[in-house]
């Protein structure tokens, strides 16, 4: 409503809509190929990737001068939203032990419905001031993805089995060490599957080759 008084959108219902709209319709099409992307440049990057288009369109929303630029804040939060939903459980399922991987992929969910009774919360709040700043309430997600991305670079490992399909498994062995804290990884399910594949892509390729 605050961004409809300031733009004079009363008379253009169309503009409106596109800019409720936008985040979903561009979230839409960057899910139908975040799967092959990240396939391709591994999904640490992909992540890492989300956390500045959360952080980039926070602040393109606290600057916006005109509608174009509103729109332009709703598509790269739409990215974002759309890398961080669809590659996070397929993350999480890589890369978690099997005794915790279905507690680990209902924090998503979680996370999603605590988030946005939080920001009604926020957004109420900042309605009962005497100036209410739609930018305030929209710019704030540059917060928490300032957060998101030193967690991202400077904690988050690559997933094993995207290192063993690239045939690093040198690295990837070095990754399930690490998040399992041994040293020892050769009983581990996840490894001897991870192993097991690759073995499986190397016969396969050789037998091609010949």
């Not at 926070?58 to 939060?77: E, I, K, Y």
């Not at 309430?137 to 991202?152: I, K, Q, T, W």
């Not at 690559?158 to 690093?168: I, Q």
């Amino acid at each position: 409503s605050y961004i409809k008084q300031e733009f004079h959108l009363e008379t253009d219902p169309t503009l409106e809509g596109l800019i409720v709209s936008t985040s979903f319709l561009t979230g839409t099409v960057v899910t139908i190929f975040s799967g092959t992307v990240s396939d391709m440049l591994g999904r640490r990057p992909m992540l890492i990737t989300s956390s500045i288009m959360f952080f980039l369109s926070g602040l393109v929303m606290l600057w916006a001068p005109n509608v174009l630029v509103v729109l332009l804040s709703r598509l790269l939060d739409g990215i974002a939203i759309a890398l961080t939903i669809t590659l996070t459980p397929l993350y999480i399922s890589e890369i978690a032990p099997p005794d915790i991987r279905g507690t680990l992929n209902t924090l998503p969910q979680f996370s999603c419905s605590g988030g946005m009774f939080v920001a009604y919360i926020m957004v109420f709040w900042l309605s009962l001031m005497e100036n209410p700043s739609w930018r305030a309430m929209l710019g704030v997600v540059s917060v928490p993805a300032v957060a998101y991305f030193f967690l991202a670079v400077l904690y988050l490992p690559e997933s094993p089995p995207w290192l063993v399909s690239k045939g690093r498994i040198t690295e990837a062995k070095k990754v399930l060490q690490r998040i399992r804290g041994t040293d020892d990884v050769s009983g581990d399910s996840k490894a001897k599957l991870f192993l097991i594949c690759y073995n499986n892509v190397t016969i396969i390729t050789g037998l091609y080759s010949l």
